[in-house]
């Protein structure tokens, strides 16, 4: 199958701003189908960050970056956005887009309910 497709990782200061994208496989008419977004830094399991339900645009955040990151979805594009504001050297890590049908709300973020994972992208923060 299709893979998502990330980019827009790099190296930016503290306080600054990063726009990550997902260009994904287009399945956007499959049921509940979700864009998630997890990273994953060396040595910590990977955590979920953000997610977007494609037909309702439903999104979800972790607490820990509520406020700062903004998800949205392109429909034209076939293509999910992850705007980061404010970002904390915490930040740093490697960002997987991932897509999954079926997923109810209350799993969205639950990484194992995802089924197509890009390769990710890295982003660091300096302080």
């Known amino acids: 199958q299709v893979q998502p497709v990330e980019s827009g990782g790099g190296l930016v200061q503290a306080g600054g701003s990063l726009r990550l994208s997902c260009a994904t496989s287009?399945?956007?008419?499959?049921?509940?189908?979700?864009i998630g977004w997890f990273r994953q830094a060396p040595g910590k399991d990977r955590e979920f960050v953000a997610a977007i339900r494609w037909s309702s645009r439903t999104t979800a955040y972790a607490d820990s970056v509520r406020g700062r990151l903004t998800i949205s979805r392109d429909n034209a594009k076939n293509t999910v956005y992850l705007q980061m504001n404010s970002l904390e050297p915490e930040d740093s890590a490697v960002y997987y887009c991932?897509?999954?049908?079926?997923?109810?709300?209350?799993?969205?973020?639950?990484?194992?309910?995802?089924?197509?994972w890009g390769q990710g992208t890295q982003v660091t923060v300096s302080s």
């Open positions: 287009g399945r956007t008419s499959s049921s509940h189908y979700t």
């Open positions: 991932a897509e999954g049908t079926g997923i109810i709300l209350s799993s969205i973020r639950d990484h194992a309910r995802y089924t197509n």
